[in-house]
């Protein structure tokens, strides 16, 4: 897959697909610099990794139907429940240029809506790594 336009983004939480629910989808991966310089004549700083973690934050827009965003998401969140996320660049099975980002993770707020007079209702939720693999990626 070439550069693209994001349209077609694909979300399953707890194996529910929400593409249709949501307009926003960013992925940090990321690990915390431990500083592991020493005395030496190079005057460089060495930094290694330590500990990872793991965030998926989506804006959803509000749906109190059942079955839906609110239905779904909200025992999650009250039930401290994990779950699996999966995130694809587009809604096609998964492949070498189709890679599903996978993660079990945790809800730690949620609000279940936002916004002002005359906008959609959206609120972001933040899933966090819940999980020992972290966020892992999938072909197949």
């Known amino acids: 897959m070439a550069k693209f336009v994001m349209k077609d983004a694909y979300l399953l ?12 989808i960013i992925m940090e991966d990321k690990a915390v610099e431990v500083d ?3 005395f030496s004549p190079n005057s460089y700083v060495q ?10 934050t989506c804006t959803f827009f509000s749906d109190f139907a059942a079955s839906s ?3 779904t998401l909200q025992p999650l ?32 707020t949620y609000s279940g809506i936002s916004g002002k007079v005359g906008d ?11 999980g020992t693999q972290g966020l892992t990626w999938a072909t197949v």
């Open 69 to 71: 965003v609110h239905a």
């Open 36 to 38: 592991f310089t020493s």
């Open 120 to 130: 959609a209702a959206t609120f972001d939720v933040p899933f966090r790594n819940a």
């Open 77 to 108: 969140y009250q039930n401290g429940s994990t779950f699996s996320v999966e995130v694809r660049p587009t809604s096609g099975a998964r492949s070498a240029t189709n890679p599903a980002a996978l993660m079990t993770a945790s809800m730690y």
């Open 13 to 24: 939480i707890g194996g529910t697909a929400f593409s249709d629910h949501v307009s926003s």
């Open 47 to 56: 930094i290694g990794q330590g500990l990872k973690d793991a965030t998926i």
